[in-house]
T-cell receptor
Framework: NAGVTQTPKFQVLKTGQSMTLQCAQD?????MYWYRQDPGMGLRLIYY???????DKGEVPNGYNVSRLNKREFSLRLESAAPSQTSVYFC?????????????FGQGTRLTVV | AQTVTQSQPEMSVQEAETVTLSCTYD???????LFWYKQPPSRQMILVIR??????QNATENRFSVNFQKAAKSFSLKISDSQLGDAAMYFC????????????FGTGTRLTIIP
């Protein structure tokens, strides 16, 4: 049982390049999330998806797009990377109708934009 | 909007001693969950403990316990008998008890264990 799997684990991009972060979960969860973690700022929500086919903006959505491809997969795309998007990105999932259950996190992707 | 505040960016404790990490939150809701997550150097986010707002009894998980003060909107984490493996970033998080509501995190406290 892998839980939440993110790829890649590390990435360096040049300003203006695009890339997609992949995330898949095997726990049959309805809800999936993308967070970014920056020093001194905790984890901030970029986008989330309550179910297949639905997505909603979080606290810091600018510069990102997402796709909920199916129940398992939720990808995050940077169309034109900027140095301000240098961060550690986490994908997470949880069971939608059980708020007290924990969110499960992937291992994170360290992205550097130069 | 809900906010979570961790006012201690860094804390340190001697091995085998007890340390308390502070967390306050702001919400107008009455039904919610609070969590403490641990993030070791591996970056993995690990759930330490959770507390349901409607439960008056403070949650406990082995050496980890919380002091939940609902009226004061305070949710502190106490680590007893600190061990070297407890060294990590600790994040307090809030989640409204409505279906798919997302977690709102504090800024974290870095805990150092002194041998």
């Amino acid at each position: 049982n892998a839980g939440v799997t993110q790829t890649p684990k590390f990435q360096v991009l040049k300003t203006g390049q695009s890339m997609t972060l992949q995330c898949a979960q095997d726990m049959n969860h309805n809800s999936m999330y993308w967070y970014r973690q920056d020093p001194g700022m905790g984890l901030r929500l970029i986008y989330y998806s309550a179910s297949e086919g639905t997505t909603d903006k979080g606290e810091v959505p600018n510069g990102y797009n997402v796709s909920r491809l199916n129940k398992r997969e939720f990808s995050l795309r940077l169309e034109s990377a900027a140095p301000s998007q240098t961060s550690v990105y986490f994908c997470a999932s949880s069971e939608r109708d059980r708020a007290g259950t924990e969110a499960f996190f992937g291992q994170g992707t360290r992205l550097t934009v130069v | 909007a809900q906010t979570v505040t961790q006012s201690q960016p860094e804390m340190s404790v001697q091995e085998a001693e007890t340390v308390t990490l502070s967390c306050t939150y702001d919400t107008s809701e009455s039904d919610y969950y609070l969590f403490w997550y641990k993030q070791p150097p591996s970056r993995q986010m690990i759930l330490v403990i959770r507390q349901e707002a409607y439960k008056q009894q403070n949650a406990t998980e082995n050496r980890f316990s919380v002091n939940f003060q609902k009226a004061a909107k305070s949710f502190s984490l106490k680590i007893s008998d600190s061990q070297l493996g407890d060294a990590a970033m600790y994040f307090c998080a809030y989640r409204r008890n409505f279906g798919n509501e997302k977690l709102t995190f504090g800024t974290g406290t870095r805990l150092t264990i002194i041998p």
